[in-house]
Structures are given as C-alpha cells and as structure tokens.
C-alpha cells in the first residue's frame, strides 16, 4: 500500500515563527497536494506540484510556500506563522488520473 | 457557490438502517472520488468512479454523468460507518471538495 507520511502530528508554534511541515510519499507519485482543512469549509488546496522543482498555487498560497526538491518529498513552509493559520494541514499524492493517498494531518496550533 | 456540494451536512441512523449520501457537481469531471474520514484519522480513498456503479462490501458508489450527481450507498449500517463522507471531484490533476457530510450510526 501506498504510504504517505507527515513528519507530525500536533505542533505548536508562536506567532511569527517559520514552520516547516514535511511530506513524505514512497510510491513514485509525480503530484503531490498540501490542503487545509477547517470546520465547514472543507478540504482547501494551498499548493501542488506535478513534478519535482514544480508547482502551482491553489485557491489560498498566501502565506505559504512550498519545496520539492526530491519526487518523493513535498514540504509546505509557513514563513511567519499567524494565528489564522491554526489548522489541519494534510498532504496527499496520487498518480496521473488516479486516486489520491493522504498523510495522517498535522494538526498545527499557532499561539 | 462550492463547486461540489454533498447533502445531507449531517446525518444520524440507527445501526441496520439504509443510508444514502448525495454530490451534486457543476464542472465537467475526469472522475469523481468518495472518501472516509474518521475522527482524528487520516482520510482514505473509497471509491473513483467515472461512470455506473461500483460496490464494495456494504457500500455502493452511483454517479450520473449526464446529471453530475453521485450517491454513496451504505446498506445495513454498524457504528463503525460512523466518520465523514467526502466528495471529491478530479479536472485533469487538481481535486475539489464538498464539505463533507458527517454520519453517525447509533447501536
């Protein structure tokens, strides 16, 4: 099966901080998503890549960017952390045209 | 308006009951995909579907193309079917969400 992994579960950083969440992928999936997800609005898209060095804003970059440096591994970075970015940050990767794998979710607490 | 939008928001059954979740969408689709949440889980892939019908176990995945509307099925329900149910509709490589609707199945 194919495993997606978020290097953790809960964090808590202080406003102003820069966090870094890292997603890891071990099946040779060139896209690779980072959504958050709030009560009552969904799953949103933040970024995504199709490819290693590649990637695409989705409905709502603003304060964050994203690194691929290597296929297997998607890195979303707060670069000053808000308290509005108080979320569950999951990560997913899928093949071209098939199903989409998640990570477990970084519940992520901004003080 | 959200692209894909799921009905009921929530929704509570006794265990043994039929249950029925609805996606409408309004875009053009490669494939629709229903997914299970469970609190605190992870999220995990159901079905894709592209057209007809798929089952697996007690649940059953319809989708209409020509009406972009889908069913999700679960047939004699058990507490364990408690988690929330997503929509999720595929446009070449980038995914978009209902908001999910969330079930609880009483013994």
């Known amino acids: 099966d194919v495993k997606v992994t978020q290097s953790s579960r809960y964090l808590v950083k202080r406003t102003g901080e820069k966090v870094f969440l890292e997603c890891v992928q071990d099946m040779d999936h060139e896209n690779m998503f980072w959504y958050r997800q709030d009560p009552g609005l969904g799953l949103r898209l933040i970024y995504f890549?199709?490819?290693?060095?590649?990637?695409e804003k989705g409905d709502i970059p603003e304060g964050y960017s994203v690194s691929r440096e290597k296929k297997e591994r998607f890195s979303l970075i707060l670069e000053s952390a808000s308290t509005n970015q108080t979320s569950m940050y999951l990560c997913a990767s899928s093949l071209s045209g098939e199903k989409l794998f998640f990570g477990s979710g970084t519940q992520l607490s901004v003080l | 308006k959200n692209e894909v939008e799921q009905s009921p928001q929530n929704l509570t059954a006794q265990e043994g009951e039929f249950i029925t979740i609805n996606c409408s969408y309004s875009v053009g689709i490669s494939a629709l995909h229903w997914l299970q949440q469970h609190p605190g889980g992870g999220i995990v892939s159901l079905f894709m579907?592209?057209?007809g019908k798929k089952k697996h176990g007690r649940l059953i995945a319809t989708i209409n193309i020509q009406e972009k509307h889908s069913s999700l099925h679960i047939t004699a329900s058990h507490p364990r079917d408690s988690a929330v149910y997503i929509c999720?509709?595929?446009?070449?490589?980038?995914?978009?969400f209902g908001t999910g609707t969330s079930l609880t199945v009483i013994p």
């Open positions: 890549s199709y490819d290693v060095k590649m990637k």
């Open positions: 579907l592209s057209s």
């Open positions: 999720a509709v595929r446009r070449g490589n980038q995914f978009y």
